[in-house]
């Protein structure tokens, strides 16, 4: 069983940065497809990031909405993983979601469906 904690969300102005963490445990990260996804309310939980398992490459992949402003990274030796975000808009209000898929890669880590393991979401409001 993957356990998945996220942390760093908060309130931040808009063209801010806020750091995203998923920190994992009883299994080892670099195994693991590891992917954000986000979900504003009323809406359907929506693609952010995802990175490969590291026998894959550790491959990144991106929503469309980001276009360059987030970059997701893994740290193996602290099982965690990263969502850099900058020059947030406020429509980047949304709870964000950790996920985590076992060796997974390619496009399909776009598909929501692909994730057995959820986190429990962190806040991240953006301010006008």
């Known amino acids: 069983q993957v356990q998945l904690v996220e942390s760093g969300g908060g309130l931040v102005q808009a063209g801010g940065s806020l750091r995203l963490s998923c920190a994992t445990s009883g299994r080892t990260v670099s195994n693991y497809a590891m992917a954000w ?33 987030f970059t997701i990274s893994r740290d193996n030796a602290k099982n965690t993983v990263y969502l850099q975000m900058n020059s947030l808009k406020p429509e980047d209000t949304a709870i964000y979601y950790c996920a985590a898929d076992f060796r997974g ?13 959820w986190g429990q979401g962190t806040q991240v409001t953006v301010s006008s």
Do not use: H
């Not at 890669?105 to 393991?117: I, K, Q, S």
């Open 37 to 69: 996804f986000r979900q504003a309310p009323g809406k359907e939980r929506e693609f952010a990031a995802a990175i490969s398992w590291t026998g894959a490459g550790g491959t990144t992949y991106y929503g469309d909405f980001v276009k360059g402003r």
């Open 105 to 117: 890669y390619g496009l399909e880590l776009r598909n929501r469906g692909v994730y057995a393991y």
